[in-house]
Nanobody, 111 residues
Framework: QVQLVESGGGLVQAGGSLRLSCAASGIIFSRSILGWYRQAPGKQRELVADITSAGTTNYADSVKGRFTISRDNAKNTMYLQMNSLKPEDTAVYYC?????WGQGTQVTVSS
């Protein structure tokens, strides 16, 4: 059974930082392409960043230079370090292995 469990969301002031985690089970983690997506109220779900099994990363233009995606294959965990947060980053953040989705974690950035 595949499980993707996000954690680390919360309320932070603009300019602050958060680190999200996605713990995976039931998949061959080291071989998986993984991604972070977000969905704000009234908007479509959008890609934030993804990372290949080789560690190649890809970012949405809106987060380049502020967010960093990484993975720890020994811990079956993916991370999203979010710095210089803006109110427009407020959304539910989801992790995916492009076959399954986590339940999401809320990130709220106050101005």
């Amino acid at each position: 059974q595949v499980q993707l469990v996000e954690s680390g969301g919360g309320l932070v002031q603009a300019g602050g930082s958060l680190r999200l985690s996605c713990a995976a089970s039931g998949i061959i983690f080291s071989r998986s392409i993984l991604g972070w997506y977000r969905q704000a109220p009234g908007k479509q779900r959008e890609l934030v960043a993804d990372i290949t099994s080789a560690g190649t990363t890809n970012y949405a233009d809106s987060v380049k230079g502020r967010f960093t995606i990484s993975r720890d294959n020994a811990k079956n965990t993916m991370y999203l370090q979010m710095n210089s947060l803006k109110p427009e980053d407020t959304a539910v953040y989801y992790c995916t292995n492009y076959g399954n989705w986590g339940q999401g974690t809320q990130v709220t950035v106050s101005s």
